[in-house]
């Protein structure tokens, strides 16, 4: 499936990016407070190249030992190169991934023959353990000053970890359980030389296995992973259900499995070529107040307490890069990625509601705040049962505040097909369910209260049957050969073509 080269690590997804003239290398000095999002913020609205700062400087002005790679994922068509393919083959891997998670049965040895992509994917899942690793060329002293970690916002509390991948189990595995870690991206604030909090909220995966170390009045091992491969990268930034590893699938979007190496210090098995790792320990009930920090809805958050990591041994390459990000009103990495995801999603979700057409995430909107969904609406309603079923269906939809339902015929994807749909099909009084009391993300500071608030599903499709008493208007719609005569006779007096 994949029709770019396996990016083992890193270092082959710039050098390829380098290759198609889609990276920068920045000689001038560029301070890590502040001025790096200057840049970055620039690039993203430019759907710019891959950024590598060669000369990133700290605020006194002395130089970083480690080159500062940005804007990884800035476009889509970076972020589908990530997953090995093109942008316009996104859809067919999500069609694919959608098979993985319900394949339909073999019909005879032709359709199993048929069948061995498929079972050649499910190979890759299988992570090889090495003894030697790229990642532990070098045995660091514990000193996460030294890293050229980014104070991306001038709000923010201080230096800020923006692409961790946490690696993390939960208590009662053994390290060889692999199919039991969970990969997280969570921000990650430096306290000092050795200690970092880590921000993960309740409902995420490292969460719960900090929960069942804490329950055992255990220290719970941690490993974070710097710029990781792109599969790994992208893996950890899915939103996987939570019986399948982030690692194990990391092998399907590789094309290769993955490579995990012991950790030095801590009982698990970490990436074997990422550029820098970070291991330690997070003990029951040490905490600390994070924050705040800018984040992807525009604000910066609240000062909250979250657990500390404390670092027992830091490893790396002879010659690490150190990857960065920011995250902010869109556009940013996050919001790009999103986007993306939006199209490896929709086969999953049209294998659970077979009458969705399209589903379009606005990146404005801060990715999953609302979403717009097209159907083939057949019954009266269909728009509600289909809400209800989306709010219901990931974890994400949970906070997708606003939805709203429209025919086939409109562009899903498009303001201004949605706003003449809701224009002309929508009656407030009729077509709008607003429910109280729901799931939302803390972060959204229009909610009531944290972690609750209210959602609004508004209905802009045609009403047929029992939803009105009226007689529907009819589309007004031009023949398709008169369509065709006219772009031929202006193609023919356009001022190029005489």
Not at 45 to 65: E, S
Not at 66 to 92: H, K, S, W
Not at 209 to 231: N, T
Not at 296 to 315: K, L, Q
Request: charged share 20%; aromatic share 8%; glycine share 6%.
């Amino acid at each position: 499936m994949r029709s770019l080269p396996n990016f083992a690590d890193l270092r082959a997804f710039l050098g390829w990016a380098e290759a198609q003239g889609d990276l920068v290398r920045i000689n001038d000095p560029v301070r890590l407070q502040h001025e790096m999002t200057a840049v970055q913020v620039a690039a993203l609205r430019q759907a710019g190249p891959v950024l590598r700062f060669d000369a990133a400087t700290r605020q006194d002005g002395t130089r970083a030992r480690m080159p500062v790679v940005a804007n990884l994922f800035g476009t889509q068509e970076r972020v589908a190169a990530g997953l090995g393919l093109t942008r316009d083959q996104i859809p067919d891997l999500g069609e694919f991934l959608a098979s993985l998670r319900s394949p339909a049965p073999v019909e005879g040895m032709r359709d199993a023959w048929s069948r061995w992509p498929m079972l050649r994917a499910a190979l890759m899942t299988r992570p090889h353990t090495v003894r030697r690793a790229t990642v532990q060329q070098v045995d660091a002293a514990p000193d996460l000053l030294k890293l050229p970690v980014q104070t991306p916002w001038p709000g923010d509390a201080g230096p800020l970890i923006t692409w961790p991948v946490v690696v993390t189990r939960p208590f009662g595995s053994e390290a060889a359980q692999v199919v039991r870690y969970n990969l997280g991206v969570y921000r990650a604030q430096v306290l000092g030389p050795d200690r970092l909090i880590l921000r993960w909220l309740a409902h995420r995966g490292g969460a719960a296995h900090a929960r069942s170390w804490a329950k055992a009045r255990e220290p719970m091992p941690v490993a974070i992973a710097l710029g990781a491969d792109p599969a790994m990268l992208l893996s950890a930034a899915l939103p996987l259900p939570e019986t399948v590893s982030e690692i194990t699938f990391s092998g399907v979007l590789r094309g290769a499995r993955a490579e995990l190496v012991p950790a030095r210090t801590v009982p698990l098995l970490v990436p074997a070529n990422a550029e820098i790792m970070l291991e330690g320990w997070v003990h029951p009930d040490e905490t600390a107040p994070e924050g705040p920090f800018g984040d992807h809805t525009g604000y910066y958050n609240s000062v909250e307490s979250f657990p500390v990591m404390r670092i027992s041994a830091i490893t790396h390459r002879q010659d690490p890069l150190y990857l960065s990000t920011i995250t902010g009103r869109p556009p940013d990495e996050p919001s790009v990625i999103g986007e993306v995801f939006n199209d490896l999603a929709l086969p999953v979700i049209r294998a659970q509601i077979p009458e969705v057409r399209d589903l379009w995430l606005p990146p404005a909107a801060c990715s999953y705040r609302m979403a717009v969904v097209s159907i083939d609406k057949r019954y009266p309603g269909q728009a509600r049962r289909v809400m209800m079923a989306l709010w219901g269906m990931l974890a994400q939809f949970s906070y997708t505040k606003m939805l709203i339902v429209v025919d086939a015929d409109i562009d899903a994807r498009n303001w201004d097909d949605i706003a003449w749909a809701l224009a002309t099909r929508m009656d407030p009084a009729r077509d709008v369910m607003v429910l109280d009391n729901t799931p939302m993300d803390y972060l959204d500071f229009a909610s009531p209260r944290e972690g609750l608030a209210g959602k609004i599903g508004i209905d802009a499709t045609t009403k047929i049957g029992t939803e009105t008493v009226r007689d529907w208007g009819q589309v007004m719609t031009l023949n398709p050969q008169h369509e065709a005569f006219a772009a031929d006779l202006l193609a023919r007096y356009s001022p190029g073509a005489r």
